[in-house]
């Protein structure tokens, strides 16, 4: 079974402008999970989403959304970049949310720079 | 609010050494705990879990206990190797969300 797939890998963007990020979930799961990365302030969760609604948000500004296709793939865009958005963006996907009882899988990440 | 604390890093480690990385969480209810390892330029994998008070979570020679008394979680390995350098997250997530708590993560770095 293929695992969690992001694209693209890497990104270089300037300030100012969007950028959308794309998770492909392991076949079957329908949760989407979106964590940000960065040496400052570690690993801190963006958003979930189940059966194309967000269920669940994290403490960061309107600039990042997100998405949920009907097959589950997920995307997530932040609007007017700034240096402080350079960071590895991970998604994970599970069955029904990454609980105790249902793993998270995660995706290799894109790293996003910001210059 | 919830968290979880590990130990500042980097460890450096001999091989054939043994292991602790300290995990101690604040929880206001009773989460499942887990360790996560990010291997280099990869996304992160659960090495183990636990999801109830005195749960011991194995994989790979790891262990981790769940002690609610102490509120901790600690990653222990007898004898660790080269390929065991990592980073090495704590993290706790409640079953009625799916939002992990992830702590600061834990360098470590095994010499041959």
């Known amino acids: 079974k293929a695992g969690v797939t992001q694209t693209p890998r890497y990104l270089i963007k300037t300030r100012g402008q969007q950028v959308t990020l794309s998770c492909s979930p392991i076949s079957g799961h329908r949760s989407v999970s979106w964590y940000q990365q960065t040496p400052g302030q570690g690993l801190q969760f963006l958003f979930e989403?189940?059966?194309?609604?967000?269920?669940n948000k994290g403490n960061f500004p309107g600039r990042f959304s997100g998405r949920q296709f009907s097959n589950s793939r997920s995307e997530m865009n932040v609007s007017t970049l700034e240096l402080g958005d350079s960071a590895l963006y991970l998604c994970?996907?599970?069955?029904?949310?990454?609980?105790?009882?249902?793993?998270?899988?995660f995706g290799p990440g894109t790293r996003l720079t910001v210059l | 609010g919830d968290s979880v604390t590990q130990m500042e890093g980097p460890v450096t480690l001999s091989e054939e050494a043994f292991l602790t990385i300290n995990c101690t969480y604040t929880?206001?209810?009773?989460?499942?705990l887990f360790w996560y390892v990010q291997y280099p330029g990869e996304g992160l994998q659960l090495l183990l879990k636990a999801t109830k008070a005195d749960d011991k979570g194995s994989n790979k020679g790891f262990e981790a206990t769940y002690r609610k008394e102490t509120t901790s979680f600690h990653l222990e390995k007898g004898s660790v190797q080269v390929s065991d350098s990592a980073v090495y997250f704590c993290a706790l997530v409640y079953s009625s969300a799916s939002k992990i708590i992830f702590g600061s993560g834990t360098r470590l770095s095994i010499r041959p």
């Open positions: 929880a206001t209810g009773y989460p499942s």
């Open positions: 994970a996907s599970s069955l029904d949310g990454g609980t105790g009882e249902n793993e998270q899988f």
């Open positions: 989403y189940f059966s194309e609604t967000q269920r």
